[in-house]
T-cell receptor
Framework: GENVEQHPSTLSVQEGDSAVIKCTYS??????FPWYKQELGKRPQLIID?????GEKKDQRIAVTLNKTAKHFSLHITETQPEDSAVYFC????????????FGTGTRLQVFP | DAGVIQSPRHEVTEMGQEVTLRCKPI?????LFWYRQTMMRGLELLIY????????DSGMPEDRFSAKMPNASFSTLKIQPSEPRDSAVYFC???????????FGPGTRLTVT
């Protein structure tokens, strides 16, 4: 069945260090891979996404890489700041219903000053 | 744009009572999604609509849950009768056909005692 696995479940880093979160997906027909950030008590918010025809995308301190052959994609945050502390979710489109997103289980990132 | 609007923001009810959650999607968006978020199960898709028509309701936990979208600007999720295990945050999200980007509402925190 459709599945998105996300690792690690928790991640603690020192301010200024980099953080990497990885996801793997099961459906080779998935073609859109967004990342959402959810602060405590708030809604998930889209921070970056990548489509299957691109291998890497960058927006200031965040970047996403996609390896279609291996069916995995990663979120990279450089020069982390305390305000980056949140839960991050990856997702992938479903080939069965292409407008549906399959979400990973989330990574709780803590950035210590 | 006001974004996705949900009401109420908080709902506390007793077991056995009927609960109705409301959502107004972003104007012009074709898709509307209902999610449930709990610590144990993460972010689960319950049902989604395209042009007011339910497309996939395979995530609806049981017959106590029902959802409607009578027009392009309004949807409801009803639980009847409610049970303590329904306690969760319920999010509504909307997207534009072809973009895949889902925008979440602020959520309704439901507590069933």
């Amino acid at each position: 069945g459709e599945n998105v696995e996300q690792h690690p479940s928790t991640l603690s880093v020192q301010e200024g260090d980099s953080a990497v979160i990885k996801c793997t997906y099961s459906d080779s027909a998935s073609n859109y891979f967004p990342w959402y950030k959810q602060e405590l008590g708030k809604r998930p918010q889209l921070i970056i996404d990548i489509r299957s025809n691109v291998g890497e995308k960058k927006d200031q301190r965040i970047a996403v890489t996609l390896n279609k052959t291996a069916k995995h994609f990663s979120l990279h945050i450089t020069e982390t700041q305390p305000e980056d502390s949140a839960v991050y979710f990856c997702a992938a489109t479903s080939s069965y219903n292409t407008d549906k997103l399959i979400f990973g289980t989330g990574t709780r990132l803590q950035v210590f000053p | 744009d006001a974004g996705v609007i949900q009401s109420p923001r908080h709902e506390v009810t007793e077991m056995g009572q009927e609960v109705t959650l409301r959502c107004k999607p972003i104007s012009g968006h074709d898709y509307l999604f209902w999610y449930r978020q709990t610590m144990m199960r993460g972010l689960e898709l319950l049902i989604y609509f395209n042009n007011n028509v339910p497309i996939d309701d395979s995530g609806m936990p049981e017959d106590r849950f029902s959802a409607k979208m009578p027009n392009a600007s309004f949807s409801t999720l009803k639980i009847q009768p409610s049970e303590p295990r329904d306690s969760a945050v319920y999010f509504c999200a909307s997207s534009l056909a072809g973009s895949y980007e889902q925008y979440f509402g602020p959520g309704t925190r439901l507590t069933v005692t």
